[in-house]
């Protein structure tokens, strides 16, 4: 555990659903870190007063701005059909690309110490995931493409990642 990642990890941390192995990880970081230990302190405290502001606010998009925005949608995608379909073939294409670099990633025990801590405690509660990543370790390979079921795991834990934070070693 670094400082950064420390800073990406505590809202996990103080809403309670961290991994118990990764919260007593962080602790220790904290414990040994004045610095982390009065960024959390300090954060914790903005979430409060954020939260606090929030009840004063009202979040609605309202309807005229939510139907005009919806109208835009239609006719571009009825304009644009090809682009559209370009479009989503291409981030399809792009999602497999990245789910096969994240696995093999795994495979070569290159992950970052957050995505691999991800991968174990996602493993441990998903039996089709466990299965896979076992069976692919055993053969030390990825034979052809991954199940639909295990790219959207996979992806849902890339997209668990902070922001800009690279998956793989480098």
């Given amino acids: 555990m670094?400082?950064?990642?420390?800073?990406?990890?505590?809202?996990?941390?103080?809403?309670?659903?961290?991994?118990?192995?990764m919260r007593a990880e962080l602790d220790g970081h904290m414990a040994m870190c004045e610095p982390c230990m009065n960024f959390a302190k300090t954060y914790?405290?903005?979430?409060?007063?954020?939260?606090?502001?929030?009840?004063?606010?009202?979040y609605k998009i309202p309807d005229e701005v939510r139907e005009r925005l919806a109208s835009f949608l239609?006719?571009?995608?009825?304009?644009?059909?090809?682009q559209m379909e370009e479009y989503h073939l291409q981030v399809e294409r792009e999602r497999r690309e990245k789910v096969l670099a994240f696995c093999r990633a795994a495979i070569e025990a290159k992950l970052s110490s957050m995505?691999?801590?991800?991968?174990?405690?996602h493993c441990a509660n998903c039996r089709e995931c466990k299965e896979y990543?076992?069976?692919?370790?055993?053969?030390?390979?990825?034979?052809?493409p991954h199940p639909e079921e295990i790219q959207e795991h996979?992806?849902?834990?890339?997209?668990?990642l902070p922001p800009d934070e690279e998956f793989f070693l480098a």
């Fill in 133 to 144: 990543f076992d069976s692919v370790l055993k053969t030390r390979g990825l034979n052809g």
């Fill in 154 to 160: 996979v992806t849902r834990l890339m997209e668990s």
């Fill in 74 to 82: 239609v006719a571009a995608t009825e304009k644009f059909p090809e």
């Fill in 2 to 21: 670094n400082c950064k990642e420390l800073a990406y990890l505590l809202a996990d941390y103080f809403d309670g659903s961290m991994d118990p192995r």
């Fill in 44 to 58: 914790r405290m903005t979430c409060r007063k954020a939260s606090e502001l929030r009840k004063c606010i009202e």
């Fill in 115 to 121: 995505a691999a801590l991800l991968v174990e405690s």
